[in-house]
């Protein structure tokens, strides 16, 4: 029988959530070998957006230990050393295979046995791949995702290896914009084939969209709207060569990345929780159905009382925000108070080239854009107010 360990808390992930929430149980105050974060990454929580930007700007490479949390809102570092002194267990590379909710027992892939008082479920997106689908050649070299540290080393070298060739960035949302910049800053020859009729769907309107479009094809980004990747050629080496479109048309590439979206790991909790919109359901609080587990960041579906519906949100800011009042809450329940609701504003940002953006709220309404909006134009800025 493996070694069993007892913890009062467990987080269970080890994503920027799960290290702002341990940022807060230190200071409402956490006693030695209280805590315990299980993650299957090998490093401490780190900021993940610094993945699609600094880390892979080859001349000017943001690296570990700088953008491990709380950098990413000016908070400490969190060190390995920084979990030590705080007196919580940081049990790395470390994946959880089994989690028996009604017993408060978690089972390792090792075996190793973890109790726990109260879970914090903090398991994160997994990115979702072409290969799913059955596209052919999909599992070519050469093809990346980016969700971890890990994906982005390989993408990294890549990019040393294929220096000034062909990059093909699959996707038009968050990942699509920032990497094809960032592939640009490399020198790579850059071309985003997205299905949509414009980029940032959800939460671009069409006006901010034609103004990012124009300014990504000023820098020599060659868009290709209105059609999907639908198949891969490789060389006799297993690399990919080519990227065929649904519409016929071929690309030459040498790196290919995706970025199609993500699903919440949510299969430890199948069949134990109560779900919503694909995710655990949670309370304004993050609780869910089982008492003593709490979800928080990108595996929550929560009330969002600004729109008063149940809402799922991927994002830093959402993740953060939600570890923070979901071990609040648990220290409020433990000490028989109670505090405010989460009422959170939806807010994304952004940064490319040297243009950068934040949005609030939701892309609903009229819009009114103003500001320069000549893509071309040296002084940038454009505002746009939906109502």
């Not at 892979?56 to 953008?67: G, M």
């Not at 997106?125 to 072409?130: F, N, T």
């Not at 109670?338 to 939701?362: C, K, M, N, T, V």
């Amino acid at each position: 029988m493996a070694e069993e360990k007892s913890f009062k808390y467990v987080i269970v992930g080890g994503g920027v959530a799960a290290g702002y929430a341990a940022r807060e149980f230190s200071k409402q105050g956490l006693k030695p070998g209280e805590l315990a974060i299980i993650s299957r990454e090998q490093v401490p929580p780190y900021e993940r957006p610094a993945l699609s930007k600094g880390y892979i700007h080859l001349d000017n490479k943001a690296t570990l230990p700088n953008f491990l949390v709380c950098a990413g809102s000016g908070g400490e570092k969190q060190s390995p050393q920084w979990y030590k002194d705080h007196g919580i267990e940081l049990i790395l590379g470390t994946e959880i295979v089994k989690a028996d909710l009604a017993a408060k027992t978690l089972v390792s892939g090792t075996g190793q046995v973890f109790k726990y008082q109260t879970l914090l479920a903090a398991t994160g997106s997994s990115v979702i791949r072409l290969s799913d689908f059955g596209v052919p050649g999909a599992d070519a070299k050469n093809i990346f995702y980016l969700r971890e540290l890990e994906d982005a080393d390989q993408l990294a070298g890549a990019m040393e290896a294929k220096k000034t060739g062909k990059a093909v960035v699959v996707g038009g949302g968050y990942i699509g914009l920032e990497l094809s910049a960032a592939l640009k800053a490399n020198n790579l020859d850059v071309t985003m084939v997205y299905p949509e009729p414009w980029c940032m769907p959800r939460l671009f309107t069409a006006g901010i969209a034609s103004f990012y479009e124009g300014y990504y094809a000023n820098k020599g980004i060659n868009i290709v709207k209105g059609t999907v990747a639908s198949g891969f050629t490789t060389n006799s080496a297993g690399e990919v060569t080519e990227v065929k479109l649904k519409d016929g048309r071929t690309l030459e590439a040498d790196i290919v990345i995706v970025g199609v979206g993500g699903r919440p790991i949510i299969s430890l909790f199948k069949g134990q929780v109560e779900e919503e919109k694909g995710a655990l359901k949670t309370d304004a609080f993050f609780k869910t159905s089982v008492p003593d587990v709490y979800a928080i960041g990108d595996i929550a579906t929560f009330p969002m009382k600004l729109y008063n519906e149940m809402r799922r949100v991927e994002h830093v800011d959402h993740a953060r925000k939600s570890a923070e009042q979901a071990v609040k809450a648990i220290k409020a329940a433990e000490e028989g108070t109670s505090i405010p609701e989460y009422d959170y504003l939806p807010y994304f940002y952004s940064r490319a080239f040297d243009l950068s953006w934040q949005f609030y709220g939701d892309n609903v309404g009229e819009s009114v854009l103003f500001g320069d909006n000549d893509p071309k134009s040296p002084k940038l800025e454009i505002r746009e107010l939906l109502g």
